[in-house]
């Protein structure tokens, strides 16, 4: 008797604790959920429940539009996880825009996610992007390519090797 009241009481409270971590969750930005997904990241929540409650219930087009407004594709691949690439690829599949503006934090420059990975120098992220359709001819605000701007950036800084990002736009 008391094993089942015991054995009922830890099932109550582990229900109890899903609950009330399911409702801090639906709170959360979609950008939050995204951190919160990747492992060391701070939150109290767990990666693995953050990342699946991200993908089972955030892919909802009103989620899309937020992040699409905040950054994009290119804060999801901002991440240094391995597994950002399944993650982008959901997002993109759910109607996250690979090819949309993104607007720099102060000012009116716009950028693209490509701009952005090469910026960045992120070949893999690069790589990515145009398998999902990235436009590498689509010029940002300045009026230059990712290309472009890689080319400059590898004249500004000989130190830092582009090479790979320079070929992957070719």
């Given at each position: 008797m008391?094993?089942?009241?015991?054995?009922?009481?830890v099932?109550?409270?582990?229900?109890?604790?899903?609950?009330?971590?399911?409702?801090?969750?639906?709170?959360?930005?979609?950008?939050?959920?995204?951190?919160?997904?990747?492992?060391?990241?701070?939150?109290?929540?767990?990666?693995?429940?953050?990342?699946?409650?991200?993908?089972?219930?955030?892919?909802?087009?009103?989620?899309?539009?937020?992040?699409?407004a905040?950054?994009?594709?290119?804060?999801?691949l901002?991440?240094?996880?391995?597994?950002?690439?399944?993650?982008?690829?959901?997002?993109?599949?759910?109607?996250?825009?690979?090819?949309a503006?993104?607007?720099?934090?102060?000012?009116?420059?716009?950028?693209?996610?490509?701009?952005?990975?090469?910026?960045?120098?992120?070949?893999?992220?690069?790589?990515?992007?145009?398998?999902?359709?990235?436009?590498?001819?689509?010029?940002?605000?300045?009026?230059?390519?990712?290309?472009?701007?890689?080319?400059?950036?590898?004249?500004?800084?000989?130190?830092?090797?582009?090479?790979?990002v320079?070929?992957?736009?070719?």
């Amino acid at each position: 008797m008391i094993k089942r009241l015991l054995s009922g009481l830890v099932i109550l409270t582990l229900v109890s604790i899903s609950v009330l971590a399911l409702n801090s969750m639906r709170q959360y930005r979609v950008q939050q959920l995204i951190l919160c997904s990747e492992p060391g990241n701070g939150f109290v929540m767990p990666a693995p429940i953050c990342r699946q409650y991200l993908l089972h219930f955030r892919m909802e087009p009103a989620d899309i539009q937020q992040l699409q407004a905040d950054g994009g594709i290119a804060f999801v691949l901002q991440s240094e996880h391995p597994r950002r690439f399944e993650l982008a690829a959901r997002f993109l599949a759910s109607g996250l825009d690979v090819n949309a503006d993104i607007r720099a934090a102060q000012g009116e420059r716009t950028y693209t996610a490509l701009h952005s990975a090469v910026i960045l120098n992120q070949p893999e992220n690069i790589a990515f992007l145009l398998r999902h359709g990235a436009d590498k001819s689509k010029p940002n605000s300045e009026g230059e390519t990712p290309a472009q701007v890689a080319e400059q950036l590898q004249n500004q800084r000989p130190g830092e090797d582009r090479s790979a990002v320079i070929r992957a736009l070719r």
